[in-house]
């Protein structure tokens, strides 16, 4: 970021309700640093307990023992539910927008109840009791809300797994948390194409023994294979329950969920939230970060298969009795306008997207936005990388006609909820800047040598300094892996992984990941599962793969590859193709290379590591940048990298 840009800045809007602005968040933002537990008991109020906590927060970064609420026993799916039947039964809870602009569903609280209730009678009659594991994957329908929920009611640990995810993928994140029931559909249906669920899920499950059953929603037509004692259709199941079932008094450091991620090395982990923090910080945030306000529709574009959708269309905005929007569909699904075409449906008055997603709608033209009537919005969010100023400020002025504040957020799987952010009539937003902690969060950067860098004007890694009450708890099954990614890098702080700077004004800039982990269109992705994918390939003997930039997805993957001496083709585009079809088939279509590379070797040092600095610098075009090739097994090795790279460009 030049210092030009990081001086461009829009002064905050008036906002009903937030007459305190800057003064305001300041003198909050102390109070929680000064006395975190006075404050979050505080906040943790807006919460039903059925049963008092009797310590606020527990722990820090150096033990890694960290507690929320300790002792205090609540239901989630009670708070995002039972406790507003009593003054919005009747209010929609979900609209739910299908792939077909012409099909949407309103969804109100007391129906909500009935769904969930009933789905967890179900999932109780299958033999599912608290702790027990589920895994979902499902596509945006109602019933992927409905079994959340069912989930939470009971206390069952829901393991979400996006429908984009190959029957690999499923696979591995079933078997690592062992579930034992497993909820599809027979097909899903996004942008006008169908995705074989079920076919996906039983390549998925043979042969699992943890798995009792597969319960399939009926979102197509289409007849599937039932697997006799294993496989049953939803629909019937749910009509044999009744539609009450009582919440199950959790404790606030129950699981609610895993989610699995990519990190530098292995395999995807599985990051576990739990249920008192979580539900404190992810309602309390969705609430200020988005301004929102009573009588709101709010509309998050995400997939409840990343983070963003389990805290920001489900528990965060059904906590505060929101209307919270679930589309099925894509962002040009049936044409680039159907963003702007589900806000003046809805009168959507909060949006919140991807980067990814305004750069690809911004290379579309504007006149796609202005078909549509946005005056009932207020507030928009991004959310997934860093947004670059050109794409801020089409959002700004062309979606948002100046009007409308531009929420920044940074956040990542691990920390639950929103951690570093503008707020609407707070603070002045700069474009490309995440720009202030929220309350209770202090950011600290240090540098490669780990030491604490203080003041304005600074850059380096982003770590926390103290327990927030979303934070993750532990990766699922393996709590050493879980101190060893965050814990031990800096000592007494948790590393995000990010790099960071913070300007003369204190504002924070994230420059992008400074580990092996690629943002690509906002999904993350570890180099090393990917070269694990395409090393499965006959065709490659090794390969490595780097990040570079790329106009929509932020980032694009490259793959440099070498041949298998006996490899049966040596036809770069057949080399290309087995390549992306292999990543496809073992991770997803969002894994695969943008680039496949042949090239003879790869830069390694003499102990065989590869120096990936120089695979990016080339794959960005920076030949003359390098840096230091002495130290490499084979200086030549370069010289042959670079002729590769020219002749495919
Ligand atoms: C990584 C986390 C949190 C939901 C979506 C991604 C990057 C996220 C921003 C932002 C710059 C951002 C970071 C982070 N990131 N939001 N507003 N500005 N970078 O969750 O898959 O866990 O990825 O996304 O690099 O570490 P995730």
């Known amino acids: 970021m030049t210092a030009h840009e990081e001086k461009t800045v829009y002064p905050a809007k008036a906002e009903p309700g937030q007459s305190g602005g800057m003064a305001e968040y300041q003198a909050e933002y102390e109070a929680s640093q000064a006395d975190p537990a006075a404050f979050w008991d505080k906040i943790a109020q807006r919460l039903d307990w059925f049963h008092p906590y009797n310590s606020v927060c527990q722990g820090d970064f150096h033990s890694v023992a960290v507690n929320w609420f300790a002792n205090g026993k609540l239901n989630v799916a009670h708070n995002c539910i039972d406790r507003h039947l009593k003054d919005r039964a009747d209010q929609t809870a979900i609209i739910w927008e299908a792939d077909d602009p012409a099909d949407n569903r309103h969804i109100s609280y007391a129906e909500l109840h009935r769904e969930v209730c009933r789905l967890a009678n179900t999932l109780t009659a299958s033999g599912v009791r608290r702790g027990d594991r589920v895994c979902i994957y499902l596509p945006m329908i109602p019933e992927l809300a409905f079994t959340m929920l069912a989930c939470a009611r009971i206390g069952a640990i829901h393991s979400i797994v996006f429908a984009g995810f190959s029957a690999d993928s499923l696979r ?48 197509t037509e289409v007849e599937v294979e039932m697997k006799p004692g294993r496989d049953v259709w939803l629909h019937e199941e749910l009509a044999k329950e009744r539609a009450y079932c009582p919440a199950t008094w959790m404790d606030a450091e129950d699981p609610l969920f895993i989610l699995y991620t990519s990190g530098s090395t292995g395999k ?10 979580y539900l404190t910080y992810t309602s309390f ?24 959708g389990h805290s920001y269309i489900i528990y965060g905005p059904l906590a505060n009795g929101a209307t919270t929007i679930m589309f099925e569909s894509t962002p040009l699904y049936p044409d680039p306008g159907r963003y702007w075409e589900v806000i003046e449906r809805h009168k959507v008055s909060i949006f919140y997207t991807a980067p990814t997603a305004i750069r690809a709608l911004a290379a579309e033209g504007s006149s796609w936005v202005e078909k549509s009537d946005r005056s009932s919005l207020r507030v928009l969010g991004t959310v997934g990388e860093p947004i670059n100023p050109e794409a801020w400020e089409w959002y700004y002025r062309e979606v948002g006609k100046e009007r409308c504040t531009i929420v920044d957020t940074w956040w990542q799987t691990e920390t639950g909820g929103i951690m570093i952010t503008p707020q609407p009539g707070v603070n002045d937003l700069k474009p490309g800047s995440a720009t202030l902690p929220f309350y209770g969060i202090q950011p600290v950067i240090v540098n490669e040598k780990g030491e604490v860098q203080e003041g304005n004007g ?70 090393a599962e990917i070269e694990a994918s395409i090393n499965g390939s006959e065709l490659i ?33 057949v080399v290309e193709f087995s390549v992306r079809e292999q990543v496809s088939r073992d991770i997803g279509k969002i894994a695969r290379p943008d680039v496949v590379l042949l090239v003879k070797g790869l830069p390694k040092t003499r102990s065989g590591k590869i120096m990936r600095r120089i695979l990016r610098k080339i794959a960005e075009h920076e030949y003359k940048k390098l840096g230091n090739t002495s130290t490499l097994a084979d200086p030549s090795v370069v010289e042959g990298l670079i002729e590769a790279h020219q002749a495919f460009v």
Not at 268 to 277: C, D, I, Q, R, S
Request: with cysteine; net charge neutral; hydrophobic share 35%.
């Open 172 to 219: 591995d994140r079933i078997l690592d948390c062992q579930a034992k029931v497993v909820v599809t559909a027979n097909e899903g249906l996004r942008g006008g194409r169908v995705i074989a669920l079920k076919q996906i899920t039983d390549k998925a499950v043979e042969g699992i023994a943890s798995v009792e059953k597969v319960m399939v929603v009926r979102r």
């Open 268 to 277: 995807p982990k599985g990051v576990l939230h739990t249920t008192g923090g």
């Open 285 to 308: 945030t969705h609430e200020r970060v988005f301004g929102y306000r009573e009588g709101d529709i709010y509309f998050c574009a995400a997939d409840i298969g990343w983070v963003t």
């Open 458 to 527: 600074v850059s380096g890694h982003l770590c926390i300094g103290r327990p927030w009450p979303s934070m993750a708890r532990t990766i699922w099954g393996d709590h050493e892996r879980y101190l060893q990614t965050y814990f031990s890098t800096y000592k007494g702080y948790y590393f995000t992984g990010d790099g960071c700077r913070r300007d003369d004004d204190g504002y924070y800039w994230i420059t992008g990941r400074v580990d092996d982990v690629l943002n690509v269109s906002g999904h993350r992705l570890g180099t």
């Open 541 to 573: 003997s090794e390969s490595a793969v780097v990040g570079y930039p790329h106009k929509i997805k932020g980032t694009g993957i490259f793959a440099y590859v070498v041949l298998n001496r006996d490899a049966e083709s040596t036809d770069p585009d």
